[in-house]
């Protein structure tokens, strides 16, 4: 079985600070591990991946995130916050190879910039 | 690629009617998902495809939701008999099989059940 759990369903930073969302998973098998944003009212947009290549994975709009099988944690970091990055960000996590591949998400965490 | 579409964008329906939702996936996705998402909390699964073969529907969340995918295309989410309970977030994902399991996923049907 598997699960994800995003610690802070709300987080705020200051336009120009660092992000950083937390994200366990708990997993039986390797994970594959992803983090989506979504915006109100939209779908959710692949930010990156994990997919037992690199530990530190790099993605779009400057975020990246650091795979810790030793902490089973994916936390996700921006050094510098934009306003538009201001939404709803979710981890999830899947079986990974040969598996049906359906995802797995945490609840979410918002995020709140502040000029 | 034109992503991931879904029709119609917002459904609103009075309790015990049915109502079906369309997904339209990348064109050479294989797979493709259904996700029910409700407020403040993430997607959750329901059912998938493989090509036109359905491999996973015990997560249907009742016997009134159904999924079909005919010709290996688009695919429809049927709910009969709608109930309050039903209104959420609707989304399609789709993907390849060897692309690490990545999902693409639409804007999302959004159910209002009255």
């Known amino acids: 079985a598997q699960s994800v759990t995003q610690l802070g369903s709300h987080v705020s930073v200051s336009e120009g600070a660092l992000v950083l969302l937390r994200c366990n998973y708990s997993?039986?098998?390797?994970?594959?591990l992803f983090w989506y944003v979504q915006y109100p009212n939209q779908g959710l947009q692949l930010l990156l991946k994990?997919?037992?290549?690199?530990?530190l994975v790099k993605g779009i709009n400057g975020f990246e995130a650091e795979f810790k099988k030793s902490e089973t944690s994916f936390h996700l970091t921006k050094p510098s916050a934009h306003m538009s990055d201001a939404a709803e960000y979710f981890c999830a996590v899947s079986a990974g190879g040969g598996s049906q591949g359906n995802l797995i998400f945490g609840k979410g965490t918002k995020l709140s910039v502040k000029p | 690629d034109t992503g991931v579409s879904q029709d119609p964008r917002h459904k609103i329906t009075k309790r015990g009617q049915n109502v079906t939702f369309r997904c339209d996936p990348i064109s050479e996705h294989n797979r493709l998902y259904w996700y029910r998402q409700t407020l403040g909390q993430g997607p959750e699964f329901l059912t998938y495809?493989?090509?036109?073969?359905?491999?996973?529907k015990s997560r249907l969340l009742s016997d009134r939701f159904s999924a079909e995918r005919p010709k290996g295309s688009f695919s429809t989410l049927e709910i009969q008999r709608t109930e309050q309970g039903d209104s959420a977030m609707y989304l399609c994902?789709?993907?390849?099989?060897?692309?690490?399991?990545?999902?693409?996923f639409g804007p999302g049907t959004r159910l209002t059940v009255t």
């Open positions: 994990y997919t037992s290549a690199a530990t």
């Open positions: 997993s039986s098998v390797p994970p594959y």
């Open positions: 994902a789709s993907s390849l099989v060897v692309s690490g399991y990545e999902q693409y």
């Open positions: 495809f493989q090509n036109e073969a359905q491999l996973e």
